[in-house]
């Protein structure tokens, strides 16, 4: 069908604009170079698809986002975050033997090589987690080589398992080594999120029960963190596995994009800015000027979004589950009132209203994994380990597609034009 006509000087080009299930249909430009000579400009990609995907939809404008067609709201209050990962990777919620079945196959698979030790024991003790992860990630291809073949559906299934089975142990036994205790073994009596606490935080020293409050938010955690379309380290992982690159070197670069403070970095940096702020003692007002100050770098950290110019459903839900997590734990935490102050004023403030910015995913999530005990510099990594079905799906969707090919953006050139070298000895 063609719905589009692109006139340029004499020329005109018509274009097919493709269909789809949800949200914006997309103009087909790839007879574009071929036809006009031209390419297209689009800085941050903010009006350019890759490729179609049936993982996630996100309506900015009406704060949606569903995980295959279900709502984000129903997937955090009833589902498990194995649940999860089983949907955004298969595409269907599994029957109770279907889970049963995947977890039993992940829980079996949760511990690491006795020598991954030696790696996590090379780095400086306050590294940050998010570089530990990333590396310890890569390295499972070197650990897990037989299963390396994203061509191979069979090869892609034991290692996105052993992802989602070997990473919460690679993020407690970092911090077991960070903070100077023993290593914490899988317990395979315990649930995904239950087990990872304990790994976190049990010592030899005193019998550890996980408090069902925590599990319960971290499950729900995990789900909000799950998947978010074509976002900043989605694209990463796409990227890196557009080339057929194997899955633990794309989701290492998923972790390393994820790392920034204008994305997933941001629920750390969230947390730094709330405590200089209720150290420094500013009033909200003066914290407010300098976010709206272009000559100040100081920006609202987890304020704002490329896609939801309405609020992040996630944050609204994240926001009240702070307030119950911080209740039933008995923690008053000031930088939760900071917060709400914060966004209460802001909402009301034009700067803030005519660029549609809201709190998103990260502005209150910090606030709860501090309550459970998580120091502030493993906050992104919790992120991580949250997106990692998200980005598993969203590798897996491009190597079966049969229409991929290897990323490789055009440019517009605006260097020097062509000229001759001047020997060294007369530059
Ligand atoms: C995540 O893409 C995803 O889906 C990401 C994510 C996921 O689940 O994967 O949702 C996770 O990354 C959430 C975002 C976390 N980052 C932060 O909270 C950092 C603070 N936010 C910003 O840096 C910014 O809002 C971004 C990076 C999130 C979005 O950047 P855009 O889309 O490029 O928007 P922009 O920088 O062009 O901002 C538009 C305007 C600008 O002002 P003007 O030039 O129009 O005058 O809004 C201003 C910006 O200066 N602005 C802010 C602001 N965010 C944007 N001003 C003050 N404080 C802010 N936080």
């Known amino acids: 069908m063609t719905d589009a006509v692109l006139k340029y000087g004499d020329q005109e080009l018509p274009l097919e604009v493709l269909d789809v299930t949800d949200g914006d249909r997309g103009l087909d430009i790839s007879p574009l170079r071929s036809s ?22 996100i309506d900015g404008e009406q704060g949606i986002l569903r995980y295959r067609g279900y709502p984000i709201e129903q997937l955090a209050e009833q589902a498990s975050f194995l649940e999860v990962a089983y949907l955004l990777q298969y595409g269907e919620l599994p029957t109770a033997s279907e889970l049963d079945a995947y977890a039993q196959r992940i829980t079996y698979h949760t511990m690491l090589r006795e020598d991954m030790k030696n790696m996590f024991e090379a780095f400086p003790h306050r590294a940050h987690p998010m570089s530990i992860l990333a590396s310890a990630t890569s390295a499972l291809a070197t ?10 559906p069979e090869s892609v ?31 395979n009596d315990l649930d995904y999120s239950a087990n990872f606490l304990k790994m976190m935080f049990s010592v030899p020293a005193e019998v550890y029960e996980p408090d069902p409050v925590v599990v319960k938010a971290l499950n729900m955690l995990l789900i909000l963190h799950a998947d978010h379309g074509q976002n900043c380290s989605a694209s990463a992982v796409r990227l890196v596995g557009s080339g057929h690159a194997n899955i633990f ?28 702020i209720y ?11 300098r976010a709206k100050d272009k000559e100040d770098p100081f920006r609202l950290m987890g304020f704002g979004h490329r896609v939801y110019k309405n609020f992040d459903p996630r944050a609204r839900i994240i926001k009240t589950a702070a307030e119950e997590v911080l209740e039933a734990l008995g923690v008053d935490d000031p930088l939760l009132d900071l917060a709400m102050q914060l966004e209460e004023i802001a909402l009301e403030d034009e700067y803030f209203v005519d660029r549609k910015l809201y709190p998103n995913v990260d502005f209150y999530s910090g606030i709860i994994y501090r309550a459970m005990g998580f120091p502030t510099d493993m906050f992104t990594v919790l992120f991580a380990l949250g997106r990692l079905p998200g980005w598993i799906a969203q590798w897996r969707e491009l190597a079966a597609d049969p229409g991929a090919r290897i990323f490789r953006p055009r440019q517009l050139y605006t260097g020097p034009a062509v000229r001759d070298m001047t020997p060294i000895d007369n530059r």
């Open 36 to 57: 006009l000579g031209l390419v297209t400009m689009d800085r941050g990609f903010g009006n350019t698809a890759e490729s179609r995907s049936d993982v996630s939809y």
């Open 143 to 152: 650990y897990y080589p037989d299963a390396l073949d994203p061509l191979d």
């Open 157 to 187: 299934d034991i290692s996105a398992r052993r992802l989602i089975a070997k990473t919460p142990t690679m993020i407690a036994w970092s911090y077991k080594y960070a903070v100077h205790q023993p290593y914490v073994y899988p317990d």
């Open 249 to 276: 070197s794309s989701i290492a670069a998923g972790i390393a994009a994820l790392s920034g403070p204008l994305h997933g970095g941001a629920n750390q940096a969230v947390l730094e800015m709330l405590s200089a």
């Open 279 to 289: 150290e420094s003692g500013d009033d909200i007002d003066t914290v407010i000027k």
